[in-house]
């Protein structure tokens, strides 16, 4: 059975840093894409997760959202079967639960959605 498990998430001040883990188990996600998506508290139900980053198999090719471009940053370890993600210069707006998530068969992310996906890490940011 196929398992991402988030970990990191919390409360922390505008301006503040938080890096949030993801450890994958159940089938070796080295080959394929992963990343990031998030939802703020209060989305109304069935609103699409927002994209965040995304990480190609390799971990050269990344993606980001405009919103975060510059401030968070993907990286994976391959070893692990882990995915990072270091978010720096916390806004009140990023507020969320953060949601790993994994391609089942392609190597770059697609833009599309994912396959496999974590239950979420809540991240609070006060201003």
């Known amino acids: 059975q196929v398992q991402l498990i988030e970990s990191g998430g919390g409360l922390v001040q505008a301006g503040g840093s938080l890096r949030l883990s993801c450890a994958a188990s159940g089938r070796t996600f080295s080959n394929y894409a992963m990343g990031w998506f998030r939802q703020a508290p209060g989305k109304a139900p069935g609103k699409e997760r927002e994209f965040v980053a995304a990480i190609n198999w390799s971990g050269v090719r990344t993606y980001y959202a405009d919103s975060v471009k510059g401030r968070f940053t993907i990286s994976r370890d391959n070893a692990k079967n882990t995915v990072y993600l270091q978010m720096n210069s916390l806004k009140p707006e990023d507020t969320a639960v953060y949601y790993c998530?994994?391609?089942?068969?392609?190597?770059?992310?697609?833009?599309?959605?994912?396959?496999?996906w974590g239950k979420g890490t809540l991240v609070t940011v006060s201003s």
């Open positions: 998530a994994a391609d089942a068969v392609r190597a770059y992310y697609s833009g599309g959605g994912m396959d496999y």
